[in-house]
């Protein structure tokens, strides 16, 4: 379980999830409303985020490290990782900059760890040396049906014009994702205090409002009466 800090002023709130549930989406209109409370926030995303990260994030999703197998995979997300922690996150959030990341550590745990097999050991040891203590004050799990997250992304690529090709982990199985989305519940359960799962089956924006509503919970701080 990791602790959640409480000693920062601004904060740091990821997204997690499988493909499709609406992550970036929300991490945009979370943005939104925050710069409605005055708060600055930066995006971001995993991988990726730094020029460094965006590079290991190229070369894992066009497959190329696919027979390195899992556990070397997951070394991979995890040197991004470091890299985006000291060159982004812990210098924004040192400056009083709101940082909301698209995917963190959760999702190494779900893809490669119970997903992909990966000993636990291993993941917790990156964990560690990644994160070097920037844990996130607050991860919003978004969870829905695989199946129904797929429709949404291939309505996206007719919307784009552009032929549903799919990354490496797209292509999996539904039976896969649907152990992934077990995966990211289970994280959830086990990290009461960091963790809320909030149902991505319902429109855009009642789940942006609902999420504005944990944000506000969580962080008293922030000005009522701006959002959603
Ligand atoms: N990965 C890993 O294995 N290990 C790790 O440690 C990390 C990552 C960090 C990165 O993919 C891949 O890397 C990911 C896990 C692996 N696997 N895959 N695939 P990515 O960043 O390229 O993609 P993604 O994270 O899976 O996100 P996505 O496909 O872009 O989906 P999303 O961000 O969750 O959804 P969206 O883009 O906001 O919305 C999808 C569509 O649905 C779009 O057309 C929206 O307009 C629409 N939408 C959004 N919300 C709604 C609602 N509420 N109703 C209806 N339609 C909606």
């Known amino acids: 379980m990791l602790d959640v800090p409480n000693h920062r002023s601004a904060k740091f709130i990821t997204f997690e999830g499988g493909e499709g549930v609406g992550k970036s989406t929300q991490v945009k209109r979370l943005l939104a ?24 994030r190229s070369y894992i ?6 027979s390195w197998g899992a556990g070397a995979e997951a070394v991979l997300f995890a040197a991004a990782r470091l ?3 000291t060159q982004l996150i812990a210098p924004n959030l040192a400056k009083g900059t709101w940082v909301i990341s698209d995917r963190f550590c959760d999702s190494t745990r779900a893809y490669q760890g119970l997903t992909g097999g990966v000993d636990v050991k291993l993941i917790d040891a990156l964990e560690v040396l990644a994160l070097d203590g920037h844990v996130p004050d607050l991860t ?3 969870d829905m049906d695989p199946a129904t997250a797929f429709q949404r992304v291939e309505l996206r690529a007719i919307e784009d014009g552009l032929a549903l090709t799919g990354d490496r982990f797209e292509k999996e199985e539904l039976d896969w994702h649907r152990r ?10 086990n990290n009461p205090q ?7 089956e ?5 789940l942006a ?20």
């Open 33 to 56: 409303n925050l710069g409605q409370c005055s708060v600055t926030a930066v995006r971001t995303r995993e991988p990726g985020g730094t020029p460094k990260a965006e590079a290991i």
């Open 194 to 200: 960091r963790c809320v799962v909030l149902s991505a």
């Open 209 to 228: 409002a609902a999420i504005w509503n944990v944000v506000i919970a969580r962080f008293p701080q922030l000005q009522v009466g701006a959002g959603a």
């Open 83 to 85: 890299d985006h922690v």
């Open 61 to 66: 999703l066009q497959g190329r490290s696919e």
């Open 202 to 206: 319902q429109s855009e924006e009642a």
């Open 180 to 189: 992934l989305r077990d995966g990211f519940l289970d994280i959830a359960r």
């Open 140 to 142: 919003i799990v978004l």
